[in-house]
């Protein structure tokens, strides 16, 4: 399968947020570099996926505050990320919450770099 480094990046970013296995810093040394539109998906599908109704959405959410509290810049290029087609073509035929991180990161990276 291809793109399987940048999955796994991906994934780790994305559990390492969620179950508070990185740092803030070490998210964001992964992040800033990222596609805006990879970092928009993460950021989305964290916020998404973590609902209130989700029983780890405080300490879920609290991390990602922190996160985009602490390193702006982050908000902002996903921002930049959220007009792409490929958003368009994600958020119109899925939704984040019913796919697991594994499945949603597939998903995605093959999208984007295919």
């Known amino acids: 399968m291809e793109f399987e480094a940048e999955k ?19 998210c964001f040394e992964l992040l800033d570099p ?24 405080d300490i879920v959410r609290a991390r990602l505050r922190e996160l985009k509290n602490t390193y702006r810049s982050l908000t902002r290029k996903a921002k930049t990320g959220e007009e792409d087609a490929v958003v368009e073509w994600f958020e119109g035929s899925h939704r984040y919450d019913e796919l697991a991180p594994e499945v949603f990161v597939d998903l995605i990276v093959d999208k984007l770099e295919g």
């Open 34 to 57: 990222a596609d805006p539109v990879l970092v928009y998906f993460i950021l989305k599908y964290i916020k998404k996926h973590y609902h209130r109704d989700h029983d780890d959405y």
């Open 8 to 26: 796994l990046e991906a994934l780790t970013i994305l559990l390492g947020i969620v179950n508070g296995t990185m740092t803030t810093q070490e």
